[in-house]
């Protein structure tokens, strides 16, 4: 079948990348029925052919005017979409998207008119704020893990630092692998531009942002980058469960050993 991914080995890499995270989320539980959404920044893949390749889909408004993404290709998934279908065919439940010089709205390139993510003005919003940046993060995710999410249910662990302290003290490595944290958004409506607003804000402190009662938000790299800060911290949350489910609060690890990890490792906080 014809496709953008075709004689292109270093793009279908990134979304076979794609591919295989999302088989992950549903295997974990983390994505029930369309539950998250993935978008990937694949401009420095995109030749002249693609940029010639006409639109598959009518213009659409994005819903904000992001500057920074003038010209910029998007892998999406589509919206309505599932995880575990996308981790089968990720061309068929996803699409590639082409902003416009408008930077206002896009079309659908290839390889089917599947619809973006619901999310798009977040996912889009923060892909804009990374590059005014210049950062080198490609790869946004947002997904429900169960444990971490369950947290955002005490206000406790809503406060500022509280649960990155706390999951950071569960097992060295969630500090060494998370070293930025996590970020907390009080609840807000789902695909809102408040929403978006609020975890650009946070995005500048942290890596992961964690949306109350409904999931995170991720940024790195590549896709697997941002899949493992979140798999870390969730590791972190069972360790924590399970000591108390064995009845005890969890001693964690001190501040000096914490501390010492941070050197040790030149992490930032
Ligand atoms: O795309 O998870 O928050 C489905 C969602 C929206
Ligand atoms: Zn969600």
Known sequence: MESILNNRPELAAEINKVAEVAGYLWQKGWAERNGGNITINITEYVDDEIKAMPAISEVKPIGATLPYLKGCYFYCKGTNKRMRDLARQPMANG?????????????????????????????????????????????????????????????????????????????????????????????????????AEATINELDDYDVVMWEKHGVFAVDTDIMAAFDQVDVLNKSALIYIAAKNMGFEPDGMSQEQMKEMSVAFHLPK
């Open 95 to 195: 699409s590639v998207i082409r902003i416009l010089d408008d930077c206002a709205s896009y079309v659908i390139i290839a390889d089917e008119p599947v619809n973006p993510t619901s999310e798009l003005p977040s996912h889009l919003s923060v892909h804009n704020n990374l590059i005014s940046k210049g950062s080198n993060y490609k790869a946004s995710l947002h997904t429900h893990p169960i444990e971490l999410v369950a947290l955002t249910h005490n206000k406790k662990f809503m406060e500022k630092d509280y649960a990155s302290n706390l999951l950071w003290s569960m097992i060295p490595e969630t500090k060494a692998f998370c070293p930025r944290g996590l970020g907390m958004v009080p609840y807000k409506l789902p695909s809102s531009v408040e929403l």
